[in-house]
C-alpha cells in the first residue's frame, strides 16, 4: 500500500514536470520560439522549422491542442531534433553525453560522500579534539568556495601553468572512444581536474551535516545503554550512532546521485567536458530550446525517480517508517 | 494539586513547556551569539563587504566602466592595485562596485525568499486543514524539481535577464525548503497551550501568528535569510558566468564572465578573476559561519560541554592534595 | 543481611559546568549496599539521584565533573580504572536500567542483535548462534516469546521493551544493578507486574538493587533500606532490620513525602504536599537546603548544614533531636 502511494505520487510528480517543461515557454512573455525562428529563418532548413513548429507549436493551434500533440510525441520517446546539432535529434545528443557524466559526476558524489560522511563520523566522534579542530574548518571554507572558480583555478594552475593536466575535453582528440587501456586511461587523466573540483568543494557538506546528525545521535541514551553495556567503542560509533545518524545523509545521496545526471553544468562548461551539463550550457547560449527541453525532462525524470527510490530505500533503513506505512 | 500530582511528588511546576509560551530572550541570545567566534568571525568579515558596497563610490579609484581607456591586462602596480582588465577596466574599482551590486543582490533574494517561506510555511503549517494541504503539495512539488536546470530554463527563456529579473527569479524558486522547515515548526505551535490562549483571547490568525509564533521563530528565520543572501550571491555569479543576461555592469558574476570571455586564462591574468572569486567564497564563508554560530547557540545539543573553570580546577587540586596528606 | 558490600560510595559530590557557573547536583553522598540488598532512594526530580546513578555508573554526559570521593563497586574503583578495563567491568559486574525503555534501544536494530552485541562484547569467541540461544533463554526468563528476538524496538509494547530490558540487565549475572526509575512510564497493572519480576529475579540470582524512583510507596515495598535525597544531599538512610515495634522516623522532608500519599481512608483534605518547590543547583540556600519549606525550622538550619547522624534505626541529617522527631513525626 505503501508503495502503491509513493508510486502514484511519483506518476503524478512526473506528469508536473512534463506539463511545466511544455507550458514555461508558452508562458514567457513574448513567445521565445517564434523569436528563434525569426531569427532562423533562412538559416536552417525548412525540415528543421517544420519539426519545431510542430514541436513548440508556433501554428495557432489553440493550447490544448498543442499540449495533447507534445504528449503524444514525448509517449513516443521523440524528444525533438536539436538545433545546433541539426540534424541529429536530442536523444542522441543525450545519449551521447549522459556516460560521460555519469561517470565524472556519478563516481565524484559517491567518493565525496564517503569519504566526506566518514570524516564527519570520526570528527563528531572526537569532538573538539584535534582531528575535529583540522577538518572542520578546511571543509567549511572549502564549501564555501564556488565550484566553477575552483575549478578555473585549478585549470589554470595545474594545466595552463604548470601543464600537468590536459585543458580540455574528456579524451584526446582524435582518439575514438574504445575500451583500450590507452583510451581509458587518458579518460581519467582527464577528468582528474574537474573531479577534484567537484570532490574539494562538496565532500565539506557530507562531512558537516554527518557530523552534526551524530553529535545530536550521540546524547541519546541508546549511546549511554551502550556503552554502559561495555559494547565496543567501535561497534558504538558505527553500528549504534552512525547508523542511525547516516539516515538523513541517505536521502540526501540518493538525490545527490539522481542529480549527477544532470551533470555539473558550469565545471563540464569550463574544461570543455562533454556530459550533459556541457550540453545543457551549449544549449543556454546557442538558445537551442528543444535540446534544453530535452535535457530539462530527462533531468527531471531522473530527479523524481531518485526521489521514489529513496522512499523505497527509506523503509528498508528505518524500520520505523516500514511500520507506519503499512499501517497507513 | 492532583492526587496522581500529590503522590508521585513532581516539583508543583513540571518542565513542560508546553504549557508556557517559551520567552524569547532576545538580548541575551543576542549577547551569546556575539561570545561565539564562530559567528563573530563571520560577522566581522560580512561586516568589511557591507562596508565596501556602502562606501562603494569612496572606494573606487577609476570609472569601472570606462572601456579601453586604461591600458588593459596591466598586472597589479601602485595606479591599478588589482590590475587592469583584458577590456581596459581598473579591476580594483570594478571589484569595488561588482561588491555593492552583489552584495544588493544577496539581500533582495534574501527578502524575497524568506518573505515567501515564511508566509506559505508558517501561516499554513500553523492554519492546517486546506490551505496547508494546498500550499503544502506545492511546496514539495517545487522541492522536488531540479533547482539549477529550472533555474538556467526560466532564465534563459526571459530574453536579455537583468539584474531584476535574476533577482526575482531566484527569489521565487528557492523558498520550498526553508518554507518546508517552518512548516514543521509551526505545526508543533498549533497545539500548544500559550496559542489556544491567544485564539480564545479572540486573537485573529494573523495576529496570533505574528505575537506568539514567530517570535519563537527568530532564530529559524534569520537562518533563512543568511542562507539565502548566500544562494542569491552564488545564483547570480552561476547564471551570469553561464552566460545568462550577462551585461557589463560589474558584478561578481560579470567580472568572472568577463574574465573567462576575456581568455584572462590563456593571458595569464589571474588578477581579474581571483578577487571577484574570493570574494564569492568569503562572504558565503562568512554567512556560514554565522549560521553555524546561531545553530550552536539556538540548539542545546550542538552547544559545546562548558569546561570546568580555572578556579575550580585549582580549588579541586587544593582539596586532593589535602585528602593526599591526612 | 549483612554480606559484604557491593557498592561503596564515599563522600561522592558531582557538579555540572553551566555557563552561569558550577551547580552541584550530587553533594556528599555515602551510601553502601551490601550483597542480595535492595536499597531505594527517593527524590523529587532534580535531587540529584539520576545524576548519582550516572556517576556509579561512570557513565556522566558531558559537562558534568565528579568533584570529590570515591565509588568502590565489587572492591574496584571504579574511576581508577582504564579504558578497555573499564568497558570489560561493566554488565559484567555492575548493569543498569535506564529511566526510558523507549529511548535506550537502537531503533533500527532488532532486539535479537542488540543483544548479541552485548554478549559478544564481553565475549569475543562466543558464536553467533550461541549469543543468539543465550539471549532466546534471557528472554524466556522474563517471560517474552524468544520469536520476538527479531522484532524491532518501536514493534514492542512500553511493558515489553521494559522487560527486554531488564533481562540484558541481568545477562551477565551482575553483582549490582541500577535501576533508575525502571517502571515510571509504564501504566499501573504492568508496573506491579515488572517489580514482581524484579523481585523473583533478584531471588533467583541473589544480585544487589539500588532503587531509584520518586514514587515512595513502590521504593518502600521493594526495599531492605531506604534513603532519601533532597537537593543532592541524602537526609535520611533506614537501617536494613527495620524495627516494627519502634514507630518510624522520618526527616522532615520524608515527613512531608509520607503525608503526600493518599491512603483510600484518608479524606481528600488530610493529603497535603511540601509547600514552595525545591532548590535550585545554582541558588542553594545556605545551611539545611530544606530549611526555607521546613514547618520546624531553627535559627541553626538556616547557617549550619546538618550531617547524617544517627537517630535510633535512622540516620537523619537534621538539626531535631530524636524526641523532637519523633513527635513531629507522629503529631497527627
Known sequence: MYYVKKFIHFIVLVWVAITLNFLMPHLMPGNPMEALVAKSQGKISPVVMHALALQFGIDNKPLWQKYIDYMTQLLHGNLGVSITYYPVDVKTVIGQALPWTLILVGVTTILAFLIGTLIGIVAAWRRNKLFDSIMGPIWMFLGSVPQFWLALLLLYYFAFKLGWFPEMHSYNYGDSPSWSLKFLSDAVWHSILPACALLFTTIGGWMLAMRNNMIQIISDDFIAYARARGLRPWNIMMVYAARNAILPSVTQFAIALGYAVGGQILIEEIFSYPGIGYQLAQAVITQDYPLMQGIFFIIAVVMLLANFVVDILYTRLDPRVRTEGASA | MSRQDANTMEPQSPPDARSRAPKPQWLQAIRQVFKEPKAVIGFAILGIFVIIAIFAPYLARFDPMNEGALPPLTPPNKTYWFGTTGYGDDVYSQWIYATRTSICIGLEVAVIATSLSVILGVYAGFKGGKVDAVVNWVTQVMLVLPGYPLIIMISSYIPNAGSQAIVWILGLTSWPAAARMKRAQAMTFRTRDFILAARLGGFSDFRTVCTEVLPNMVSLVFNTFISMISWGIFGEAFLRFLGIGSTRTPSWGNMLNASQNGNAMMEGAWWWFIPPGLSITMVILALTLINYGIDEVSNPRLKKPPKLSKAIRDKLRLQAAEEGAV | ?332
Not at chain 3, 560510595?9 to 549496599?33: C, E, H, K, W
Not at chain 3, 540529584?48 to 574496584?76: C, E, H, N, Q, W
Not at chain 3, 530490558?165 to 551477565?172: D, E, L, M, Q, S
Not at chain 3, 525502571?182 to 532503587?211: C, H, N, Y
Request: aromatic residues 6%.
Open chain 3, 1 to 332: 543481611m549483612t554480606g559484604k558490600p557491593v557498592l561503596d560510595v564515599r563522600n561522592l559530590s558531582v557538579g555540572y559546568m553551566t555557563p552561569r557557573g558550577f551547580a552541584t547536583a550530587v553533594d556528599g553522598v555515602s551510601l553502601t549496599i551490601h550483597e542480595g540488598e535492595t536499597v531505594g532512594l527517593v527524590g523529587e526530580s532534580g535531587c540529584g539521584k539520576s545524576t548519582l546513578a550516572m556517576a556509579i555508573m561512570r557513565l556522566l554526559g558531558p559537562g558534568a565533573y565528579v568533584t570529590g570521593g570515591r565509588i568502590r563497586i565489587a572492591d574496584r574503583d571504579i574511576y581508577r580504572m582504564g579504558r578497555e578495563e573499564l568497558r570489560q567491568f561493566r554488565w559484567t559486574h555492575v548493569s543498569m536500567v535506564f529511566q526510558s525503555a523507549m529511548n535506550v534501544l537502537n531503533p533500527v536494530r532488532t532486539i535479537g542483535e542488540q543483544m548479541v552485541d552485548t554478549f559478544r562484547a564481553h565475549d569475543p569467541r562466543m558464536s553467533k548462534r550461541e549469543a543468539m540461544e543465550r539471549s532466546a533463554e534471557l528472554l524466556r526468563i522474563v517471560r517474552i516469546d524468544p520469536a520476538r528476538l527479531g522484532s524491532f524496538p518501536h514493534e514492542l509494547s512500553g511493558g515489553m521493551r521494559q522487560r527486554v530490558v531488564i533481562a540484558i540487565a541481568i545477562a551477565f549475572k551482575p553483582k549490582l544493578v541500577i535501576m533508575d526509575e525502571p517502571t515510571t512510564a509504564l501504566d499501573v497493572v504492568v508496573q506491579r507486574s515488572i517489580l514482581e519480576q524484579v523481585m523473583e529475579l533478584q531471588e533467583q540470582f541473589g544480585f544487589s538493587i539500588l532503587f531509584i524512583s520518586h514514587d515512595i510507596t513502590l521504593v518502600n515495598r521493594i526495599s531492605n533500606r531506604v534513603g532519601v535525597m533532597y537537593a543532592g544531599r541524602l537526609v535520611e538512610m533506614s537501617d536494613s532490620q527495620l524495627a516494627t515495634e519502634e514507630p518510624p522516623l522520618y526527616h522532615p522532608y520524608a515527613m512531608g513525602l509520607h503525608r503526600a500519599i493518599p491512603t483510600l481512608d484518608a479524606g481528600d483534605d488530610e493529603i497535603s504536599g511540601i509547600p514552595g518547590s525545591p532548590p535550585v543547583p545554582l541558588s542553594m540556600p545556605p545551611g539545611c537546603a530544606f530549611h526555607p519549606r521546613c514547618p520546624y525550622v531553627r535559627d541553626a538550619c538556616a547557617s549550619i548544614k546538618p550531617d547524617l547522624t544517627r537517630h535510633g534505626d535512622y540516620q537523619i541529617a537534621c538539626h531535631l533531636t530524636t524526641d523532637e522527631l519523633r513527635s513531629f513525626a507522629h503529631a497527627d
